[in-house]
């Protein structure tokens, strides 16, 4: 399909950051993930791009938060079912963008996986706000979409990112 690129044409991430944007929408009670299938989903494009190598940043939304945010939106707890689902760590950043993220990115190792906190803290995120945009992309070289749930949606972390960086499709978009 022409200019439609996937993790086939994605060529060496090795040392790269590719910001994944992955669909962890799941159900939590108690402070823990009560479905993990949606993270199951996703677990091969994660895998594949870590073992390449890549620096793989995770951006997702979580419910919707109406006043920025909020611990009953938070995405901490689910890092750490994530990490159950790889068999791997997976850090956690306590923001998407500014310093927080930055920090979280720059400690990173080739290899490494790392869950920024929910994008709808932001209202720019569903508002595709250009300059929240840049924000989250100064974080990244590489963006993979592998949310085919929320790909249909024009936020920032689903259409605007892929006008700013180069973009491939995950293994749950082909």
């Given at each position: 399909?022409?200019?439609?690129?996937?993790?086939?044409?994605?060529?060496?991430?090795?040392?790269?950051?590719?910001?994944?944007?992955?669909?962890?929408?799941?159900?939590?009670?108690?402070?823990?993930?009560?479905?993990a299938?949606?993270?199951?989903?996703?677990?091969?494009?994660?895998?594949?791009?870590?073992?390449?190598?890549?620096?793989?940043?995770?951006?997702?939304?979580?419910?919707?938060?109406?006043?920025?945010?909020?611990?009953?939106?938070?995405?901490?707890p689910?890092?750490?079912?994530?990490?159950?689902?790889?068999?791997?760590?997976?850090?956690?950043?306590?923001?998407?963008?500014?310093?927080?993220?930055?920090?979280?990115?720059?400690?990173?190792?080739?290899?490494?996986v790392?869950?920024?906190e929910?994008?709808?803290?932001?209202?720019?995120?569903e508002?595709?706000?250009?300059?929240?945009?840049?924000?989250l992309?100064?974080?990244?070289?590489?963006?993979?979409?592998?949310?085919?749930?929320?790909?249909?949606?024009?936020?920032?972390?689903?259409?605007?990112?892929?006008?700013?960086?180069?973009?491939?499709?995950?293994?749950?978009?082909?």
């Amino acid at each position: 399909m022409a200019g439609f690129k996937t993790l086939d044409d994605i060529g060496a991430v090795s040392g790269k950051r590719v910001l994944v944007r992955v669909d962890l929408n799941v159900p939590v009670a108690d402070g823990k993930v009560t479905d993990a299938t949606r993270i199951e989903r996703i677990a091969p494009t994660i895998a594949e791009l870590s073992k390449k190598g890549a620096k793989v940043i995770l951006l997702a939304h979580f419910g919707r938060p109406k006043d920025g945010p909020s611990a009953e939106f938070s995405l901490e707890p689910i890092a750490r079912a994530t990490a159950e689902v790889l068999g791997r760590p997976v850090g956690f950043a306590a923001d998407c963008i500014g310093d927080k993220a930055a920090e979280a990115v720059a400690a990173m190792k080739d290899g490494d996986v790392l869950l920024f906190e929910n994008t709808r803290f932001y209202k720019a995120e569903e508002k595709n706000d250009p300059a929240f945009t840049e924000k989250l992309a100064a974080n990244g070289d590489i963006y993979v979409n592998d949310a085919f749930s929320a790909a249909h949606r024009a936020h920032a972390s689903t259409e605007g990112l892929a006008h700013r960086l180069p973009a491939y499709a995950g293994r749950t978009m082909q």
